[in-house]
């Protein structure tokens, strides 16, 4: 990754009325500064999904503490980072680990239509990956999931980590997507 | 939140009149949805064409109240969506188990030939 040529920092007050306002003045800034040789239109449509699930990610868990969004544009990418103070995700307690040593990957949600992988690349640092179900055709609804959050994100992006800092408490999850 | 539109005699056509569906408001969305159900024992067809902006907790509550539907054996059809919103439900797959079509006249007619 090169140089930063644009940074934004945003701090939302995890209010919903504030949601849409907020998804808006980001799309505005990522919007100019997507380089011509990029598919706006794509990059547009990710980081509008992306952006309005890590506001509601902020509106359910940061609690009564603003919630922090960069957004940075690089030559080759484009990378949101949200970070809050609130609880932690599920997925750092011991309980929700990989149970036996050595392995790093755990299924975390399937139905027929995906399943989403965390990843630990460290005990507090998860990449998250998803995988298309491999049935096509019209599916018996009872079986589907009804909780997209972070499926939305991983499927939209090229990469998305969450990192769990111990000493500040701080939660960030980052998203990149490459032009 | 929810209008009903138009009724036959094996649906009724319900417009979204928010034009913003996400957690602070998926709640009551699937409160009334479920209620149409109850009310009308009837297919939905869904027009969704005010909608937006639409988050997972909106699309929770959609996949809720289908399954809701579906135990009543009836069904909730979707029409009118944004593109970028059917991108958003083709993109965690949502498209294999909700039927789409681009109007109200088009899943009308889908609908009386079920």
């Keep these: 990754m090169q140089n930063c040529a644009e940074k934004l920092c945003f701090e939302f007050n995890n209010s919903a009325e504030r949601l849409v306002g907020s998804l808006e003045y980001m799309l505005e800034h990522i919007a100019g500064n997507i380089p011509a040789r990029a598919d706006a239109e794509d990059i547009l449509f990710k980081s509008k999904v992306i952006i309005t699930e890590l506001l509601t990610n902020g509106i359910k868990h940061a609690g009564n503490n603003n919630t922090s969004f960069e957004i940075e544009t690089y030559p080759d990418c484009l990378v949101i980072r949200k970070t809050d103070l609130g609880t932690p995700l599920y997925l750092v307690e011991p309980d929700h680990q990989p149970a036996m040593a050595g392995e790093n990957k755990k299924l975390i949600s399937a139905d027929m239509l995906n399943s989403l992988y965390a990843i630990w690349e460290s005990e507090n640092h998860i990449r998250f990956a998803s995988e298309e179900g491999t049935f096509d055709e019209v599916l018996p609804v009872e079986q589907v999931m009804e909780h997209f959050g972070i499926l939305i994100i991983t499927c939209s992006s090229d990469e998305f980590t969450y990192t769990y800092d111990k000493h500040t408490h701080s939660n960030t999850f980052r998203v990149q997507l490459i032009f | ?114």
């Design chain 2, 1 to 114: 939140m929810i209008t009903v539109n138009n009724e036959g005699p094996k649906f009724v056509i319900a417009d979204v009149t928010i034009t913003e569906a996400n957690l602070s408001n998926s709640d009551q969305f699937k409160t009334e949805l479920v209620r149409l159900l109850d009310e009308h024992k009837k297919i939905i067809i869904l027009d969704l064409q005010e909608l937006k902006y639409v988050d997972s907790a909106f699309l929770g509550a959609l996949v809720s109240s289908l399954k809701y539907a579906i135990s009543l054996k009836l069904d909730i059809v979707l029409v009118g969506l944004r593109n970028d919103i059917r991108d958003l439900i083709k993109l965690i797959r949502l498209d294999k188990v909700f039927k789409i079509y681009n109007y109200a006249e088009e899943a009308q007619f889908a609908v009386n030939k079920f």
